[in-house]
């Protein structure tokens, strides 16, 4: 039996219209500014495997109300941006979205994690006319959506994997050198999107 129990194609449905309208948006944004509002989308069900890792590393119980509700992230969804200006853009409109209401949201754009981490993270709950976990019809489902920028995306994938790493030799080295990298990092973020601002003024 899955830690989802009944819900899988609720998950499935709730992630497919939020991916849908996030798409339609882009679409329509390269429509009138001839270039895309993201680079990519990617976006997934966490893995049976993954849900039952994440729920005993925090000490709860492997119950369906548990992955749903207490957990957030059964359904994650990320967002790359070339530039700064667009995660907030892309935040923007996930928030205008009628079927949506956001929950949490950690700006550690504006507030940068002290080992460097930067990335928008919004929570967000989306109806769906499914039965949820609740047993409200219609239902809601938790949706964790991470925006950042391609630099942003980079380095946080260099970051996990160090993190994913026992015994790793040199630890705190790298970590400092990622910090620093981080930094370097935010700062032609900033240029990059200064720059751009410059051409689309001139
Ligand atoms: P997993 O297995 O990747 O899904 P939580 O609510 O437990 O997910 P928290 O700290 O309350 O965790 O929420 P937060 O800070 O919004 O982090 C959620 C997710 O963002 C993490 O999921 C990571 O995927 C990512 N993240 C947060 N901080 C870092 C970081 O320092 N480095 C990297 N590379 N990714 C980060 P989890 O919790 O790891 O679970």
């Known amino acids: 039996m899955s830690i989802y129990g009944e819900y899988l194609p609720a998950l499935k449905e709730v992630m497919e219209r939020i991916v849908g309208r996030i798409e339609s948006f882009n ?19 966490k893995s049976e495997e993954s849900m039952l890792e994440k729920l005993e590393r925090k000490h709860l119980e492997a119950t369906t109300y548990n992955a749903l509700v207490t957990l957030k992230d059964a359904i994650g969804l990320r967002i790359v941006t070339t530039f700064v200006d667009d995660v907030f853009e892309v935040v923007r409109l996930i928030k205008g979205l009628e079927f949506v209401n956001v929950v949490e949201e950690k700006d550690y754009i504006s507030h940068a994690k002290e080992n ?3 990335s928008y993270h919004m929570i967000i709950q989306v109806t769906s ?3 949820d ?7 809601s489902f938790y949706v964790e959506i991470q ?7 980079s380095w946080a994938a260099l970051e996990h994997q160090m993190s994913y790493k ?6 705190e080295l790298i970590s400092s050198e990622l910090k620093r990298v981080a930094d370097e990092l935010a700062s032609c973020d900033l240029s990059m999107q200064t720059i751009r601002d410059l051409i689309n003024r001139s």
């Open 27 to 45: 679409e329509a944004y390269q429509k009138e500014h001839g270039e895309p509002l993201y680079e990519h989308l990617n976006y997934r069900i």
């Open 116 to 118: 460097g981490y930067r």
């Open 129 to 131: 006319h499914q039965k």
């Open 133 to 139: 976990v609740l047993g409200h019809q219609p239902g």
């Open 147 to 153: 925006i950042r920028t391609i630099a942003m995306d």
């Open 166 to 171: 026992k015994n790793i030799k040199n630890r």
